[in-house]
């Protein structure tokens, strides 16, 4: 791997460091699945926006800098060292608009990404049913085909949907050929989440705020610009869909750097030998985790691709991240339930090795693709 940095881009750190360092909020903003902590994220996005910083890598047209990935996530590092807003926008940015870019039209990427850039349109993930979550390909929801209006209608349900409370429009996937195979026959659509028979109801978290939502379609029409890629090819959409969530883009090594950062400095606050081989281990992890992703980018910039090591990624930084927290929590023993920052986020990093794709279903995808072991058979 290559660490070096070129003059171009230690200027590019440089000037991302003088930027956040003046405009990064003095105080953490609210939870962004309240009302308010949304509007202020969002507000935080524009100004992101504004100076060209919330899509680095994008077109200038599209509110980018067109930086390179190596630029993109010095960024990143930088991002999460100046203790920056999370990312209200992430649904989008990181998840739909790279594929949007790889399978969208012309004319979708035109009409979704500007909006996307600067957080005046938030955008949901609706991928799990109540019968389909890890097995995604089990899915239930349907889309028949309306010739007459030149679309697709669409009925079903979707759970756990990410950012559904209170984003303006949602992708997934619906089966759109009842008799084909469970990977085939699907199809990926975006859809406005005021649209006519959508009906949105957040879901309440053990702390009250509604981060996720279930959806129900009842005939909700949706013209076949909104269709992304071909129609029955949804599997192979959503599939990159789910590699950039596990790979690079959702989990960028600069949060762990810096949450490892914060562990040391409280451990240093007040130090108890029970837990410094805890907080070693968990330092040297995530300069692991940074040294692993700069590997990575080595290799794409080399002209190479992520594959099946997106698995290994996501089941890495999910484990660690509790590993991280829990470490965390034991140091400040029974303060830990008045440390809103540690406790907040261990419960969020207990969901990591659910959502992407639950971390027995990324083993299999290791043990199957990387490693070359056979399938179980079961009698």
């Known amino acids: 791997m290559d660490l070096t940095l070129s003059e171009s881009e230690l200027a590019f750190q440089a000037e991302a460091r003088e930027w956040l360092a003046a405009n990064v909020p003095a105080e953490p903003l609210p939870s962004m699945d309240t009302a308010e902590g949304w509007r202020l994220h969002q507000e935080w996005e524009a100004r992101l926006a504004e100076a060209r910083w919330s899509v680095v890598s994008w077109p200038r047209d599209y509110h980018g800098r067109e930086a390179s990935l190596v630029e993109w996530v010095v960024f990143e590092e930088e991002y999460y060292r100046a203790g920056a807003p999370g990312r209200v926008s992430q649904n989008g940015i990181f998840l739909l608009a790279p594929i949007l870019f790889d399978h969208g039209t012309q004319e979708q990427q035109d009409r979704f990404l500007p909006s996307m850039a600067t957080g005046e349109q938030i955008w949901a993930q609706c991928w799990s049913e109540p019968e389909a979550g890890s097995d995604l390909a089990s899915l239930t929801s349907t889309a028949r085909r309306d010739d007459e209006r030149g679309g697709w209608v669409l009925n079903g349900q979707k759970t756990w949907s990410s950012r559904a409370s209170f984003a303006h429009w949602g992708f997934g996937l619906f089966r759109s050929d009842p ?84 562990l040391v400095e409280l451990y240093r606050s007040a130090p108890d030998p029970a837990y410094a081989g805890d907080v070693v281990d968990a330092w040297i992890k995530a300069q692991a985790y940074r040294l692993y992703t700069w590997g990575t980018v080595t290799r794409l910039a080399a002209g190479g691709d992520l594959g099946a090591a997106g698995s290994v990624n996501k089941v890495f930084w999910s484990e660690l991240d509790i590993a991280l927290h829990e470490t965390a929590l034991d140091l400040r023993g029974p303060e830990a339930e008045l440390e809103s920052r540690w406790l907040d986020g261990y419960t969020f990093a207990l969901s990591g090795p659910i959502y992407a794709g639950t971390n027995e279903v990324q083993r299999n995808i290791v043990a199957e693709r990387i490693l070359g072991l056979p399938r179980e058979v079961r009698g």
């Not at 195979?181 to 705020?209: K, N």
């Not at 959806?215 to 129609?231: C, R």
């Not at 029955?232 to 789910?242: E, I, K, L, N, Q």
């Open 179 to 262: 008799e084909a195979e469970r990977h085939r026959g699907l199809t990926y659509f975006l859809f406005p989440l005021d649209a006519d028979g959508v009906t949105v109801r957040p879901i309440a978290q053990l702390d009250g705020e509604v981060g996720f939502a279930e959806i129900f379609f009842e005939d909700v029409f949706v013209p076949d610009s909104d269709v992304l890629g071909d129609p029955g090819d949804g599997w192979r959409v959503a599939m990159s869909t789910a590699g950039n969530e596990r790979g690079l883009s959702l989990r960028s090594p600069g949060r762990f750097c810096a949450a490892a950062d914060r």
